[in-house]
Structure formats: structure tokens, C-alpha cells
């Protein structure tokens, strides 16, 4: 069953593993694990008053600017990550990152996450393989290697959102399709800068014999420093291609303005000379000293004669490739 505390906003969930299959449970039994989920301050207090850990420890994944790190204790170790969250904004979904907080004290293991998210989910459902709640060393490596394969999986949704944000561009070129590429290189640059701050904490776990407890578990976060370490290549790679693609539309969109400037400038001095020819010919002066004045075809004569005038400025600018 699903542990709703009484105040509003907080969530805990409870599970273990019996025979092999992850079950909820309402009891805070040895090897289980204790999900909360944007947890109250009186959650909070309730759940390091149990298990004598720091409470500001069990409040800093709530932080959304709260940096990875490790943090070994005499009663417990806090790991503390950056993984990917989908976060939907003018009806579109874009992409950012979350602090996901984890503590294995002796017998237990919790979670503190400021929303749900498919990492924990996945262990929620019974959809990751070998896991068993108290193997807890085991479980903080398989979140951890859960959590690069979601990036991969979000780098390559990414890409393939950018590749048709630039068919879009190639046949509108508006505003629009450059600030959405632009949210996806800022979503990329989360994306870095995270990877590289869990990198540290991977590091460092390598070289922590405290989490080092089944002789799989060092070959399995060898794997998950790799996971990794592709997911900040690809992110890279990604955000080069995605900044020289705006970059590249940008220069495009300025030059067709330019061609449409150069344009409307070539067609407004053309079509200004037979203004200007009706002008000389509408002074109010007197009439003997203007040419044709008197001619039945003089009205004729000054169109054609402008008409004349303007195509062959029309022409001369064509000969320059200005229209």
C-alpha cells in the first residue's frame, strides 16, 4: 500500500523484496526501502528522527540548484545525483534536471526526490533486473546506471527533435523553430553540466570502499562510469551540431533579409523616377518654359519618356544582380 502522510504534497512509499519480487509494504522492515516523494518537512523530520540521519541531508535533493556529491557519515552515506526530468512548458516538453538524493544508512535504503521520475519508477515496477532492496550497494549502483541509460535514451529524443525542428526551418525559417532549438540546446547544456557533476560522484565511488560490497557491484559501476561518460560525448556532440545548425539559420534568415531589403530598395528607386518626372512637370511655373506644354501628346510623351526612364534604370540594376 501507498503511505500518504496528512499533510498535502508529500508522498512515502515503502517497498521490499519477498521471493524475488518487489512488494509495497506499510512496514519499515530491515532491507526495505523507503521512496519519498517531495516529502513534507514533518515526513522529512519523522524519517531522520528514525534513522538518526542529518535532516538537512534528507532536505538538500529538494533543492533544485543542489550540486551531486557523496557524503560519507558515521551512520549512513548520502549520494546525491542529477537526473533528467521532463518538464512541459507552452504545451511542449522540454528537458531538465532534478536532484535525486539517496541514503543507505545500515538496514535501509531511501530515496528523496522533489517529483516522480522514471528512474525510481522503473524499480517501482519490478522493470529492472536482479534487484533486491537489500542489497543496498547493489540498488544505489543500478539507480545510478538506470539514470545514464535515461539520459542516453532523452539525448537521442533530443536529436531527433532538433533534426525536425530544421526541416521546419529549412521551409518557414521563423522566430518560432530558432527559439525551440534554442530550448534544446539550453536543455543539452543542463544535460553537460549535470553528466560532468555526476561523473565526481562516480569517481569517487569507485574509490570508496564503503560502497563496495558484492564483488559484481565494482564491474557493474565500471559500467556505469561508462554509461556515463558516452552520455557527455554524445551531449557535446549534440550541442556542437545544435549550435552550428542556429548559427547556420541565423546567417540564413539575416541574409534573405538582406536580398529582401536590397530588394524593396532596388524597386522603391525605380519606381521613384516617374515620380519624380511628374513632379518637375506639376511645378506651378510658367508654362512657356516647360517642354511640351502646349502639345496635344505632351501628357504621352512625359509617361513614355518616364516609363523609358525607369526601365533602363531597371535594366542597369539587373545587368548588377540587384533585383
Known sequence: MIIWMKEAGGMIQIFKTEDGVIRQTDERAPG??????????????????????????????????????????EQYIL???????????????????????????????????????????????????????FMKTRFILQILYKNASLYLQ?????????????????????????????ELEKSLLYFTTSLRSNEVVLEKLLKSDRIKKYP?????????????KQAIEMA???????????????????????????????????????TMVASFYGMNVNLDGIPFAYSRYGFVIVLGFAALLSLLVAWIFWKKDLF
Request: glycine share 4%.
Open 32 to 73: 526495505s526501502w523507503i521512496a519519498m516523494t517531495n516529502p513534507t518537512a514533518t515526513e522529512i523530520l519523522e524519517i531522520a528522527d528514525a534513522y538518526e540521519i542529518d535532516s538537512d541531508h534528507l532536505r538538500a535533493p529538494l533543492d533544485e540548484e543542489e550540486r551531486s556529491r557523496i557524503e560519507v557519515e
Open 216 to 228: 559484481e557491484d565494482t564491474e557493474l559501476l565500471e559500467d556505469v562510469i561508462i554509461e556515463n
Open 154 to 182: 532523452y539525448l537521442r529524443v533530443i536529436d531527433k527533435k532538433s533534426e525536425v525542428i530544421e526541416r521546419k526551418l529549412h521551409q518557414s525559417q521563423r522566430n518560432q523553430e530558432l527559439l525551440e532549438l534554442q
Open 236 to 274: 557535446n556532440i549534440y550541442s556542437g551540431v545544435l549550435s552550428g545548425t542556429m548559427d547556420v539559420f541565423a546567417s540564413v534568415i539575416s541574409n534573405n533579409l538582406n536580398i529582401s531589403m536590397k530588394f524593396l530598395a532596388t524597386i522603391t528607386i525605380v519606381l521613384s523616377i516617374p
Open 79 to 133: 549520494v546525491v545525483v542529477d537526473i533528467p526530468s521532463i518538464e512541459e512548458r507552452a504545451g511542449k516538453d522540454w528537458y531538465v534536471t532534478i536532484p535525486l538524493g539517496i541514503v543507505m544508512t545500515g538496514d535501509m535504503i531511501i530515496t528523496v526526490c522533489l517529483e516522480e521520475n522514471p528512474v525510481i519508477s522503473a524499480f517501482m515496477d519490478g522493470r529492472v533486473r536482479d534487484f533486491h532492496t
